[in-house]
C-alpha cells in the first residue's frame, strides 16, 4: 500500500463529513482530518523523492520477522491450532531471504594471474535461489540494508549466471532453443540449474525494476516473460518427472510468481498514465480471476518432493488465493468509482464487499492484511447502504484482530506509510456516521 493510500483515506474522511453547519464535534473532526491528510500529503512528497521506495533500507525496530521469531516458542507449544498463524509464514520467509543475503555476502573476487579481469569469483550457488524462495514466501521480508547490497547481489547474479552457463540476457525464443539444444548435448543435470537461473533472475529484476526504480510497467513486462517460459516448460515437459525439470516448473513456484504478477500489475496501475489505467485494470481482473479459479482446482497438499513447514501451505496457497480475491475487489472498487450509472456503480460496490471479504476471511486474524481487507469493505458498505449491524460487526472484527496483528506487524513497511492511521479513520468514519 502506497502513501497514495493514505492522502485517499484522508480526503474521503474530510468529503465524508457536513458541508455546511458543523457541529462544534464536527469541527473538530474536520480541522483533525485535515491536518491529517496535509501531512499525508507531504510524506506523500517526500516518499516521491526517496531513492529506495518500498524498501525497507535501514534497521527496523523489532520488524515483523524478528517479532515472529520472538513468538515462535508459544505458536510451537500451541501446536497446530496455531499453524497459520502469519509469524510462521514472515518467519519462514525471513530464514530463505537471510539464507540468501548470507551466500551474497559470502562472494569472494580472488585475483587470478591471467584472468580475463584480473580476478576469479568463490561463492555459493544458491543465493539467487534461497532470496527469490523467501520474497514468493512473502515480500514483505526483502529490504536492503546495506549500501552496496545491489552491487554484492548483481555480482552473485553475474556468478550463477557464469557457473551454470545461464541465458540471462537472451530473448526468450533464443532461450527455449538454446535450452533445447543443450538438453539433448548434455541432459538435465546441466539444463535444469540454468533455466533456474534464468528464471529467477528475470524475477529479481522485476522486484527491482518495480521497487527500486519505480518502473512497474517494465516489471510487468518481465513478469509475462517469466510466465511465458513456466507455460512452455510445463507444457513442452508435461511428462518429465519434477525432479528432474526442476522447481522452477512446479505447482507452487508457479503460484508463487502469479501472486508476484499481480503486485507489479497493482503498482503499474497506480503509476498509470489515465490513458493506459483501463488495460492495466482489465488485465488485473483477468490474472485474479484466473489465479482464483487456479486455486479453487488446486488441492492444499503439497507434492511428496517439497519442503513443508508451518507456513509453507499459506504462503503458496492460501496468501495468494487471499490476494487475488483482494484484487479483484480493488478492480471492482474502481469500475464502481468510474461507473456513472447507478444501478452498476452500487453491483461493483457489493462485488467488492464481497471478495475483500472473502481475502479476510482467508487470511489469519493476527496478519495485518486481515485487518486491511476487512477496512477494504467499509467505504463500499457505506456507499451502498449496507445494515448497521454488518458494519459494526466488521468494525468490531478489525478491532478485536488488530492487537493481535501489532504482535508481529507493528513495525512493517505497511505500518510506517500510515496503516493503523488509515484503519482507524475509516473507522471513525463509520462509527460517526452509524451513531
Not at 508459544?74 to 497459520?84: E, K, N, Q, V, W
Not at 525439470?245 to 504478477?261: C, E, L, N, P, S
Not at 464487499?353 to 469493505?377: G, M, V
Request: charge should be neutral; hydrophobic fraction near 40%.
Amino acid at each position: 500500500m502506497e502513501f497514495t493510500s493514505a492522502v485517499k483515506a484522508w480526503q474521503t474522511a474530510v468529503d465524508v463529513l457536513p458541508k455546511a453547519n458543523l457541529t462544534p464535534a464536527e469541527r473538530q473532526q474536520q480541522a483533525q482530518y485535515t491536518g491529517s491528510l496535509q501531512k499525508a500529503q507531504e510524506r506523500l512528497d517526500a516518499f516521491a523523492l526517496n531513492p529506495f521506495p518500498g524498501i525497507v533500507s535501514g534497521p527496523l525496530e523489532t520488524p515483523p520477522w524478528k517479532a515472529a521469531e520472538e513468538m515462535l516458542p508459544g505458536l510451537h507449544a500451541a501446536g497446530r491450532a496455531m499453524f497459520s498463524s502469519s509469524a510462521y509464514v514472515i518467519h519462514h520467509a525471513n530464514q530463505d531471504f537471510e539464507e540468501g543475503v548470507g551466500y551474497i555476502n559470502m562472494l569472494k573476487k580472488v585475483p587470478i594471474k591471467g584472468a580475463p579481469k584480473g580476478y576469479g569469483i568463490v561463492g555459493h550457488t544458491e543465493g539467487l535461489t534461497c532470496i527469490t524462495n523467501g520474497l514468493m514466501r512473502d515480500m514483505r521480508v526483502f529490504r536492503m540494508d546495506s549500501s552496496n547490497w545491489l552491487d554484492k547481489f548483481n555480482d552473485q547474479v553475474n556468478f550463477e549466471a557464469e557457473k551454470r552457463r545461464a541465458w540471462t540476457s537472451d530473448s526468450l525464443e533464443n532461450i527455449k532453443q538454446k535450452a533445447l539444444d543443450r538438453l539433448k548435448k548434455e541432459g538435465w543435470n546441466d539444463v535444469r540449474p540454468a533455466l533456474a537461473v534464468v528464471v529467477r533472475a528475470r524475477l529479481m529484476r522485476a522486484i527491482l525494476d518495480s521497487k527500486l526504480r519505480q518502473a512497474p510497467h517494465v516489471a510487468v513486462e518481465r513478469m509475462k516473460e517469466i510466465l511465458q517460459i513456466l507455460q512452455w516448460g510445463r507444457q513442452i515437459w508435461r511428462d518429465v518427472p519434477k525432479d528432474d525439470r526442476g522447481a522452477v516448473f512446479q505447482d507452487t513456484f508457479v503460484r508463487g510468481i502469479k501472486a508476484i504478477y499481480l503486485e507489479t500489475l497493482m503498482s503499474a496501475h497506480a503509476k498509470a498514465a489515465a490513458a493506459d489505467k483501463q488495460g492495466f485494470l482489465d488485465a488485473l481482473l483477468d490474472a485474479s480471476r484466473e489465479l482464483v479459479e487456479d486455486m479453487e482446482k488446486e488441492s492444499r497438499q503439497p507434492s511428496s518432493t517439497e519442503p513443508v513447514d508451518p507456513g509453507f501451505v499459506s504462503s503458496f496457497y492460501v496468501y495468494p488465493t487471499a490476494e487475488a480475491y483482494a484484487v479483484v475487489g480493488y478492480c471492482f472498487v474502481q469500475m464502481a468509482q468510474s461507473s456513472e450509472n447507478l444501478s452498476e456503480k452500487m453491483t461493483c460496490y457489493a462485488l467488492a464487499i464481497k471478495q475483500y471479504t472473502q481475502a479476510a476471511q482467508a487470511l489469519p486474524d493476527d496478519d495485518e492484511k486481515h485487518c486491511w481487507y476487512l477496512n477494504c469493505t467499509i467505504d463500499p458498505m457505506l456507499r451502498t447502504g449496507a445494515p448497521k449491524d454488518v458494519i459494526m460487526g466488521i468494525v468490531e472484527k478489525i478491532r478485536e484482530a488488530m492487537p493481535k496483528m501489532q504482535k508481529i506487524w507493528a513495525n512493517s513497511a505497511l505500518a510506517k506509510e500510515g496503516r493503523d492511521a488509515m484503519i482507524e479513520t475509516t473507522l471513525r468514519v463509520a462509527e460517526s456516521k452509524l451513531s
